[in-house]
């Protein structure tokens, strides 16, 4: 399993930005989907964005389409998760997921999560 460590959150006023970075450990990064996932006070944990192991795939939840953008840098084993024009109701922890297979990290049956990182949006 690969191991994750997701950082950058922190509180910031609505409509203002954050980045998320999560690091992986493994030589096998570069093989793997990664995505990320956030959970609310009182809700499940939901999916937000999703990227192949290459990086010519991205995929997004309707609620942050348009305003969060998802990259990976191979070579530095991190995923990246840039979040602009920030809403209240963006406020949640925020998770990174790993799996071989881009499916799985969309299905939310990836192997690997991290410990996640708190994100609050002012209202």
């Known amino acids: 399993q690969v191991q994750l460590v997701e950082s950058g959150g922190g509180l910031v006023q609505a409509g203002g930005s954050l980045r998320l970075s999560c690091a992986a450990s493994?030589?096998?990064?570069?093989?793997?989907?990664m995505g990320w996932f956030r959970q609310a006070p009182g809700k499940e944990r939901e999916f937000v964005a999703a990227?192949?192991?290459?990086?010519?795939?991205?995929y997004y939840a309707s609620s942050v389409k348009d305003r969060f953008t998802i990259s990976r840098d191979n070579a530095k084993n991190t995923v990246y998760l840039q979040m602009n024009s920030l809403k209240y109701e963006d406020t949640a922890v925020y998770y990174c997921a790993a799996d071989p297979s881009l499916v799985a990290v969309l299905r939310a049956s990836f192997g690997s999560w991290g410990q996640g990182t708190q994100v609050t949006v002012s209202s």
């Open positions: 493994g030589r096998t990064f570069s093989s793997y989907a």
């Open positions: 990227i192949s192991w290459s990086g010519g795939n991205t």
